[in-house]
C-alpha cells in the first residue's frame, strides 16, 4: 500500500513537472512569435482625440500604431501625448518624419536622443520620407529638392538615387543613433535598401499584382538581409478607397504567408463625414481582428507559411517600375526599353510557376544569392 501512494506520488510530481514545463516552453514560445511579427495601423488625423480613439479601437487585435501625420511631427507636446497613450495601451509604434528639420524643428534631434531610453523596445522607429522608389519613377526626382544632372546610363541614376538618399541628415541622424529607418514603396524597393533603409512596406492596393510586389520587397530583403514588410493601401482614388473587409483579409494573409514581419493597414485620409476612424469601417476592423485571431493561434489559423525557392535575376541597376510592360525605368522619360519584353513575358511565367515562392531580384556582386534559392533563372534566358 505505501508503495503504492509512493508510486502515484512520484506520477503527480512528474505530471506537474512537465505540465509547467510544456506551460513555460509554449508562452515563451508565443512570446518569441510575437515578437517577430507586427500587425498595427497607421494614423493620419491631426488631433490626439482623433488618434486615441483609434488606438482605443484597434489595441485588442493590434501590436502596433503608426503617427503617420505632419500635425504630429511638428508639435513634440503633441507628439509625446499619444506615444505615451499608445505605450500604456500596450502597443509598440513609430513615428512619420517628412524629413528630420535640423533648423524649423530642432526638438527633433533631442527628441530621438531621448526616444529610446523614454519609451525603450516600445519605440520601433521612424518612418522617413515617403514611396521614395515610385516617386522617382513617376517624377523624375524621389524629392523636389534633388537634381540629376549629367545622368546618362541605369548605372549612373542608381548610384545617384541610392547616394542622394543615404547621404541626407535625416538618414544619417537615424543611423548614428542606430534607430530604424522605415518607408512604404511600390517600386525600386532593391535600391531602397541599398539606400540605407532598414524595413520597406511593400504596397499592396490599386490593381498591382500582390504576387509580383511582394516577390520584389521580398527578394530585395532576403538577399540584402534586411526585413520587409507589407502595407495594405488604396485600391480606389475616391470613397471608400480601401477594398472591403473579405479583400483585405486576403491581402494580409497573403503577406503574412509569405513571411511578411509586417502588416499594416493604410488609414488615410483622415476624416470622412460620420467616420470617427478615418476610412476604416466595421468590415475592416472585423477583418483586421479575424487575422490578429488567425496569427495568435499555435498553428497561424491554417495560414501556412511559403518560403521563396526561385528567383528571378534581373540586370543590374535596372531600375524599371515593372506595373505594365511599358512603364519607365528611373525616370518618365526612359523606357522601356529592348529587354523589356522579355523579361515581363519570363517574369509572368515564373509568377504562374512558383506563386509566392518566387522572389525578384537583381544580379549584383556585391550579394552572394545562389546558396538562397534551390532555382535561378535569370532574365537573359527563355523560359518554358
Request: charged fraction near 25%; charge should be negative.
Amino acid at each position: 500500500m505505501k508503495l503504492t501512494w509512493l508510486l502515484l506520488s512520484i506520477i503527480l510530481v512528474v505530471s506537474i513537472f512537465c505540465s509547467a514545463m510544456v506551460y513555460v516552453h509554449y508562452n515563451f514560445k508565443r512570446e518569441d512569435s510575437e515578437e517577430d511579427f507586427f500587425f498595427g495601423v497607421s494614423f493620419g488625423g491631426n488631433t490626439t482625440s482623433q488618434a486615441k480613439l483609434l488606438v482605443d479601437k484597434v489595441k485588442g487585435y493590434t501590436n502596433l500604431f503608426i503617427i503617420n501625420s505632419w500635425e504630429f511631427s511638428t508639435n513634440e507636446t503633441a507628439l509625446n501625448e499619444i506615444c505615451d497613450y499608445a505605450v500604456d495601451a500596450k502597443m509598440k509604434f513609430m513615428v512619420f518624419f517628412d524629413y528630420l528639420a535640423h533648423v524649423a524643428y530642432p526638438w527633433h534631434l533631442t527628441w530621438l536622443d531621448a526616444a529610446k531610453e523614454r519609451w525603450e523596445k516600445q519605440f520601433v522607429g521612424v518612418y522617413i520620407y515617403d514611396e521614395p522608389g515610385g516617386r522617382q519613377i513617376d517624377l523624375g526626382q524621389w524629392d523636389e529638392g534633388i537634381i540629376y544632372k549629367n545622368i546618362s546610363d541605369y548605372g549612373k541614376a542608381a548610384e545617384f538615387f541610392v547616394s542622394s538618399i543615404s547621404a541626407t541628415w535625416s538618414m544619417q541622424d537615424l543611423k548614428n543613433r542606430s534607430i530604424s529607418a522605415f518607408t512604404s514603396d511600390y517600386a525600386l524597393y532593391w535600391f531602397d535598401y541599398l539606400a540605407g533603409y532598414d524595413t520597406v512596406f511593400v504596397e499592396l492596393g490599386w490593381n498591382h499584382s500582390r504576387i509580383q510586389q511582394i516577390a520584389l520587397g521580398r527578394g530585395a530583403a532576403n538577399v540584402q538581409d534586411k526585413e520587409w514588410g507589407a502595407i495594405i493601401t488604396w485600391t480606389y482614388e475616391n470613397p471608400p478607397y480601401l477594398e472591403n473587409g473579405t479583400r483585405i483579409l486576403e491581402d494580409m494573409k497573403t503577406a503574412y504567408r509569405a513571411g511578411a514581419k509586417y502588416v499594416i493597414i493604410f488609414n488615410y485620409p483622415t476624416n470622412p463625414p460620420g467616420n470617427p476612424y478615418g476610412i476604416l469601417t466595421d468590415e475592416h476592423f472585423d477583418a483586421m481582428e479575424t487575422f490578429w485571431e488567425m496569427t495568435r493561434s499555435p498553428h497561424q489559423g491554417g495560414i501556412e507559411k511559403v518560403e521563396a525557392e526561385a528567383a528571378f535575376v534581373l540586370p543590374k541597376d535596372y531600375g524599371w517600375g515593372m506595373r505594365t510592360v511599358d512603364d519607365y525605368i528611373w525616370f518618365p522619360t526612359w523606357g522601356p526599353d529592348d529587354q523589356a519584353p522579355l523579361i515581363w513575358e519570363n517574369m509572368n511565367k515564373l509568377i504562374e510557376k512558383y506563386g509566392l515562392k518566387l522572389d525578384i531580384i537583381y544580379d549584383d556582386s556585391r550579394f552572394g544569392f545562389e546558396e538562397k534559392y534551390s532555382k535561378i533563372h535569370f532574365w537573359s534566358s527563355m523560359i518554358d
